[in-house]
Structure formats: structure tokens, C-alpha cells
């Protein structure tokens, strides 16, 4: 399925040169002469070697067409996470930097979706957003304001994240899986 440079998103599996390609980071990019172009860097599923290309936004890229299931995330065993398929039991078994950074936000339970290319899984997207609580929160410094800095936190699953100085420990927040972000306080 061919698609327009602009609309490569993170996650997205392109075909070229005979290889897969998972897209890791796209950035447009306008300078200030000339046409604007998409930086996207890319992952070789097979490979693992990673590389950089740009592409014009009107230029088309073939998008390789993907099976996606849904399947909840059961443990971890050492570095590998076993999912299951609700419908049939069927269990999976995918290496921890398949997932890369988000594998720090699966929790028990929780609904992903599995990206198969001919049987092979390829990528595990979680949902975009994830609940946890701040167990380490640094004190607020006085003259501190809410919208100028954010200060060091840890999360329940042991990940440090950067905060606003209104969120103390014990506070739960929502967090970005993609980029490992605050998004919001929960609302319980």
C-alpha cells in the first residue's frame, strides 16, 4: 500500500530495497528554502542495523501490509514477554527489545497489539497511554513556577519520568507509553 512521505508515523512498516523497515522517529522538516522533507529513522527487522533517510512530503513510500492482533500481555520471563490471543489461547512469546522503551509500561493484563508480517511478529504497540503511580517525587523549590520547570519522579514501575511541581508521591498520573511523558494527573 503506497502512502505519502508526510504521513509516516512512528510504528509504521515500510517496504524498500526487498527489506522491512520499522519507522522509529519521523520529523518534518521545513527549511527556509526549498520544499520540506520528511527525517524518518528506521529500524531493519531482521538486521536490527538502523539508518536514516529523508523523503520528500509529495514522494510515496510503500507501506507493507500487516496483520494486527489483539493479546493481552501475561509476564515477563527474563527478557521475554508472553502475550496471549483472547479468542483462540494462543500464546506468543516476543523478545523485550522488540518492544524497545514502552516494555517498561506493561502491566499485567494489559491490551496490545501484535503486528504480524507472514506469521513473524514485527512490533507490540501498547496503548497510547498508561496509569502508575509517582512512589518518588522530589520537594518543590520555592519561586518554583508550575509552567517554567518540571522536576525529577519516579514511577511504580521504576521508570523516571520528569513532573510538574504540583504532583507529589503517592499521586497517580498519566503517562505517555510512546516517549515515557506526564500527560495529566488521573482522574480516580
Known amino acids: 500500500m503506497k502512502i505519502n512521505a508526510i504521513d509516516i508515523k512512528p510504528g509504521n512498516v515500510l517496504e524498500q530495497d526487498g527489506k522491512l523497515w520499522l519507522v522509529l522517529k519521523r520529523d518534518l522538516i521545513q527549511p527556509g528554502k526549498g520544499g520540506a522533507f520528511a527525517q524518518v529513522e528506521m529500524r531493519d527487522l531482521k538486521t536490527g542495523t538502523k539508518t536514516n ?27 521475554m514477554a508472553t502475550f496471549m490471543d483472547n479468542e483462540t489461547f494462543e500464546q506468543i512469546t516476543v523478545n523485550k527489545e522488540l518492544i524497545g522503551e514502552p516494555a517498561d509500561f506493561l502491566q499485567e493484563g494489559m491490551i496490545c497489539t501484535i503486528q504480524l508480517h507472514e506469521g513473524v511478529t514485527l512490533a507490540v504497540i501498547l496503548p497510547q497511554t498508561v496509569v502508575l503511580e509517582v512512589v518518588e517525587a522530589e520537594p518543590v523549590v520555592r519561586g518554583q513556577t508550575a509552567s517554567s520547570s518540571y522536576k525529577p519522579g519516579k514511577l511504580s514501575n521504576g521508570r523516571r519520568i520528569m513532573l510538574p511541581p504540583h504532583v507529589g508521591t503517592g499521586t497517580r498520573v498519566v503517562v505517555n507509553t510512546v516517549d515515557g511523558s506526564y500527560i495529566e494527573r488521573a482522574k480516580d
Do not use: P
Open 53 to 79: 533517510a529523508r523523503y520528500r512530503t509529495q514522494e510515496t513510500v510503500e507501506r507493507a501490509r500487516l496483520d494486527e492482533k489483539e493479546m493481552q500481555f501475561l509476564y515477563f520471563d527474563g527478557d
